[in-house]
């Protein structure tokens, strides 16, 4: 069966500093993949979205940054973060085709001070 | 302008009891629509997809409803179990990836 795996759950970090979550999924190959940000009392808000190794689309321009350097990894990172950069971050992946589910990981819950 | 708005924001009912959640969209083209559960601090997780012809699918407790022509989806949850206590998130796609739009979802408490 398919799994999806995020971490770290929780992570709190200084204003200015970099960041890197990751994100892996099991069981399925050449899945879609995506980054999404969800803010407290809101809708999800869709970062970036890849449909394969190298090739990401963003949707929000910002400080962040994603990468797929395999199959089955998405990275989302930042060089500096800011403030408004806190929130709970979802990774979730899908197979190709119309009307599939997507399928979340547990999310990581960050705290920018 | 592509959205999904849902109501009631927060929802409290007695164990036992059925309750419905409702979803209107604005979304265009419409390609599909979603019921997912969301427990604190975990992923949404799918309840139901249905598409522009289906208009009711049921997952065990949990039946939606579709009326693509006015736009609208109900959630309706029989028999509330404690477990059901979560949000409930409606996402219309209005094709791909980008084109998905979330609605901010319901806060459904089940009391014993």
């Known amino acids: 069966s398919q799994t999806i795996h995020q971490w770290p759950a929780t992570l709190v970090q200084p204003v200015g500093s970099p960041l890197s979550l990751e994100c892996t999924v099991e069981?399925?190959?050449?899945?879609?993949l995506y980054w999404y940000r969800q803010a407290a009392g809101r809708g999800l808000q869709l970062l970036f979205y890849?449909?394969?190794?190298?090739?990401i689309s963003s949707e929000v321009p910002q400080n962040l940054s994603a990468s797929r350097p395999q199959d089955r990894q998405f990275i989302l990172s930042s060089k500096k973060l800011l403030l408004s950069d806190s929130g709970f971050y979802l990774c979730a992946w899908s197979v190709t085709g119309d009307n599939q589910p997507q399928h979340f990981g547990d999310g990581t819950r960050l705290s920018i001070l | 302008k592509n959205q999904v708005e849902q109501s009631p924001q927060s929802l409290i009912i007695l164990e036992g009891k059925n309750c419905t959640l409702q979803?209107?969209?604005?979304?265009?083209?419409?390609?599909?629509l979603r019921w997912y559960k969301q427990d604190t601090g975990r992923g949404p997780v799918s309840l139901t997809i249905?598409?522009?012809?289906?208009n009711t699918k049921s997952n065990g407790r949990y039946t939606a409803t579709l009326d693509a022509d006015t736009k609208q989806s109900s959630l309706h949850i029989t028999a509330s179990q404690l477990s059901d206590s979560a949000s409930y998130i409606c996402v219309v796609s209005a094709g791909w990836a980008s084109k998905i739009i979330f609605g901010s979802g319901t806060r459904l408490s089940i009391r014993p």
């Open positions: 249905m598409t522009f012809s289906e």
């Open positions: 979803c209107n969209y604005t979304v265009s083209p419409f390609s599909n």
């Open positions: 890849s449909v394969g190794i190298g090739q």
């Open positions: 069981g399925t190959s050449n899945p879609n």
